[in-house]
């Protein structure tokens, strides 16, 4: 079967850096995507990673290695308005995106 | 600016009862596709589709049909309501090829009593 794990749940504090993990089994590989989830809202798109190695976009950075099925979401210099879910999901083989359930980052004073 | 919108927001229906959910996208994209989000998964197709007259079963399609008319629009029907389709529902849209993201809308909560 089709698996993506993250974990549920994650607090760190305001101005450090969080690493949130992403592992996946599926069947085939055409990418893998992170969204980030406030309360209440719909998914907003954060990046793609299709080759491995690391993405930088601002306070943000993606990571992934395909052949250790795993990536990770960096985020930097955190602020309070990063709290939320932050949802893994990976491009099968036949183009379908396959979701992993959230991770729920709380960001402390 | 282009969007795309949900409605209605919040809908309470009675076991049994028809319910469709509307999707209207002004992105102009081919591919439109209705998600499911439950506490505890993660976000579950339903349908989907690449373009007008073409609609295509997702892992969860069991008591839900769509239809696809135009490019703008992808309705959402529950055929008979059941209480195992509570659940907020997302309409989303990408542009081809299947690799670019998708733009959601702002969700529809559906309650199923």
């Known amino acids: 079967g089709q698996n993506i794990d993250q974990p549920t749940e994650m607090t760190a504090t305001e101005g450090a850096i969080v690493q949130i993990n992403c592992t996946y089994q599926?069947?085939?590989?055409?990418?893998l995507f992170w969204y980030q989830q406030h309360a209440g809202e719909a998914p907003t798109f954060l990046s793609y990673?299709?080759l491995d190695g690391l993405e930088e976009k601002g306070r943000f950075s993606s990571f992934l290695s395909r052949s250790k099925g795993y990536s990770y979401l960096l985020l930097k210099e955190l602020q309070m308005k990063d709290s939320a879910s932050y949802l893994c999901?990976?491009?099968?083989?036949?183009?379908?995106?396959?979701w992993g359930a959230g991770t729920k980052l709380i960001i402390k004073p | 600016d282009a969007e795309i919108t949900q409605s209605p927001r919040h809908k309470i229906t009675e076991t049994g009862r028809q319910v469709t959910l509307a999707c209207h996208q002004t992105?102009?994209?081919?591919?439109m596709f209705w998600y499911r989000q439950d506490l505890g998964h993660g976000l579950r197709l339903i349908h989907y589709?690449?373009?007008?007259?073409?609609?295509n079963k997702g892992e969860v399609s069991d008591g839900y049909s769509v239809s696809r008319s135009n490019t703008e629009d992808l309705p959402l029907t529950l055929e008979s309501a059941a209480s195992s389709q509570t659940s907020v529902y997302f309409c989303?849209?990408?542009?081809?090829?299947?690799?670019?993201?998708?733009?959601f809308g702002p969700g529809t909560r559906l309650t199923v009593l």
């Open positions: 589709s690449y373009g007008v007259q073409d609609t």
């Open positions: 989303a849209s990408s542009e081809e090829p299947d690799y670019n993201e998708q733009f």
């Open positions: 990673n299709v």
């Open positions: 992105w102009n994209h081919n591919n």
């Open positions: 999901a990976v491009l099968d083989s036949n183009y379908q995106l396959i």
């Open positions: 599926t069947s085939g590989f055409n990418g």
